[in-house]
């Protein structure tokens, strides 16, 4: 064997173990990145928990209790201090009532006074917190029932004419599940 013949084998034997040391790095770089991300979604569930909007709401009226007043009080408590802003609907016997709302953090529960009435239900109830959406500390819309991010609530919030189609689609999918609901328990009577 000649000496370029000793260098081109050398060559070849060096670039082996450098292929080989690069096919292991590249395994533990894909399993460090993995170990990364799951370390990071379980930290971002953890500050979602953090962070998650909790508001108490009362609703009070002064009409008598079978009767369907123009408008209802509402109380909204911020008990973890999250909610920044959001909207809430009642349902009281047939009318749906709602109103957007701002609130301070850890501020003492609010009273809003004369919330209109902004809907018919199809059914009467004698008083239920039927949606509420609320906007945490970092932007993000829940809804607060689910308790989960909204990824499909409009991005100018609850003062835009696209919140007025977005509230409307829930009314009308919250009519479509109690009359629906309704049709099944008649079925079953019958």
């Known amino acids: 064997?000649?000496?370029d013949e000793w260098i081109a084998a050398a060559g070849l034997a060096?670039?082996?173990v450098a292929a080989v040391a690069g096919i292991i790095a590249a395994v533990y770089a894909i399993r460090a990145d993995r170990a990364a991300r799951s370390g990071s979604s379980a930290e971002h569930s953890?500050?979602?928990?953090t962070i998650q909007p909790r508001p108490r709401i009362s609703v009070e009226t002064k009409a008598p209790p079978d009767s369907e007043p123009e408008t209802v009080s509402l109380q909204i408590a911020n008990p973890g201090g999250a909610v920044t802003k959001g909207f809430v609907l009642v349902q009281l016997q047939r009318g749906y009532y709602g109103t957007g709302f701002n609130l301070a953090e850890h501020?003492?529960?609010l009273s809003w006074s004369s919330v209109p009435k902004i809907g018919q239900a199809p059914s009467a109830t004698p008083g239920r917190?039927?949606?509420v959406v609320a906007k945490d500390v970092d932007g993000n819309w829940w809804d607060c029932g689910e308790e989960k991010v909204l990824e499909d609530f409009p991005e100018d919030g609850v003062s835009s004419a696209e919140f007025s189609r977005w509230i409307n689609e829930r009314i009308q999918g919250l009519q479509a599940e109690i009359e629906g609901a309704q049709a099944g328990s008649?079925?079953?009577t019958s």
């Open 14 to 16: 060096v670039a082996g």
């Open 46 to 49: 953890r500050w979602l928990k």
């Open 1 to 3: 064997m000649t000496f």
């Open 129 to 131: 917190v039927v949606l």
């Open 186 to 188: 008649s079925e079953l």
């Open 107 to 109: 501020s003492v529960p």
